[in-house]
């Protein structure tokens, strides 16, 4: 009996991933919008699963889909109008992930998220904040398996204890219309506090956090793998089987897998400033680069 060959996985290009990351914070309506502005059919899509309309999304032409999405994230952005209580905030112009510290909370980030991208003058849907919350602190806003991707919960749950009476009634919106804008208390806040959040966003990560996180590494340090790096450096010989074993995935595993441990990873490793670590596995990433999904141009 003929054995079926073992199909490999699709890969994707490095901008595919990133729009595929993207439409994964979308909601259902826009993703039905998006299909219904490159002129498709969305009579049947109502009763469908999102994950069903974003592969709809995935399978249009290249030039459509970055024609809608270039137009969608437009609309969304609106240059020069987003800071009217002063100067550019914090994240405006810097490119680095900022880190919470034990002085801060997701409450904190996310008033401040609201406020940078406009929520004095004009309603902000969660989405939007859920984003700029990821820009500013990645590991608290993230999926908790996956932190390259943004998580909306997180700053659902922040924008309404936000609006809780008890905490100041800093923020005014609902689940419902997912709108958000800030109060005139919330106005006063960010006054009062603007300062303190972007010292906080600088801060090193507090201790019981940083133990977490170190818990998480603790497979690499101890494997033979890293350890034949320490002692030589970009010398070391290393199988593809002990590279694989120190990401806790095997050589069956899919090389979209086994990039999104080193991704993982290395946004733990960058978190708590684990150089030998991140040097690791930017070693291991070009050593090993044949196991990873290929880079094609967009």
């Known amino acids: 009996m003929a054995i079926a060959k073992r199909q490999r996985p699709t890969k994707l290009s490095p901008w595919a991933v990133k729009v595929a990351n993207y439409l994964l914070l979308i909601r259902k ?54 800071l009217p209580l002063g100067d550019k905030a914090i994240g405006a112009t810097q490119g680095a992930p900022m880190k919470l510290s034990v002085a801060l909370n997701n409450v904190d980030v996310a008033v401040y998220a609201l406020y940078f991208l406009g929520g004095v003058q004009k309603s902000v849907h969660t989405e939007n904040i859920a984003l700029k919350c990821y820009e500013l602190a990645p590991l608290s806003f993230s999926w908790t398996r996956f932190p390259q991707y943004p998580d909306t919960e997180p700053a659902r749950i922040a924008l309404m204890d936000a609006r809780k009476s008890k905490n100041g009634s800093l923020v005014r919106g609902d689940n419902k219309r997912k709108l958000w804008v800030l109060t005139p208390a919330g106005v006063g806040w960010i006054k009062s506090n603007r300062a303190r959040v972007e010292e906080g966003l600088h801060n090193a990560v507090p201790p019981s956090k940083r133990q977490e996180l170190a818990r998480r590494l603790h497979e690499i340090l101890k494997h033979k793998s890293f350890a034949a790096f320490q002692a030589a450096g970009h010398n070391a010989e290393i199988s593809d089987a002990d590279f694989v074993d120190s990401l806790k995935c095997t050589l069956n595993s899919a090389p979209a897998e086994i990039s999104e441990r080193l991704m993982r990873y290395n946004s733990i490793a960058t978190e708590i400033h684990n150089k030998p670590i991140i040097e690791y596995l930017k070693f291991c990433r070009s050593r090993f680069h044949h196991l990873l999904p290929r880079e094609k141009d967009n």
């Not at 009763?47 to 609309?75: C, D, F, G, S, V």
């Open 29 to 82: 309506d826009a993703l039905i919008d998006l299909l219904r502005a490159a002129g498709q059919s969305v009579s049947t899509l109502k009763h469908k699963p999102p994950e069903q309309i974003r592969q709809a999304l995935l399978a249009l032409p290249m030039e459509t889909l970055r024609m809608i999405l270039r137009e969608r994230i437009r609309r969304m952005r609106k240059p020069g109008r987003e």
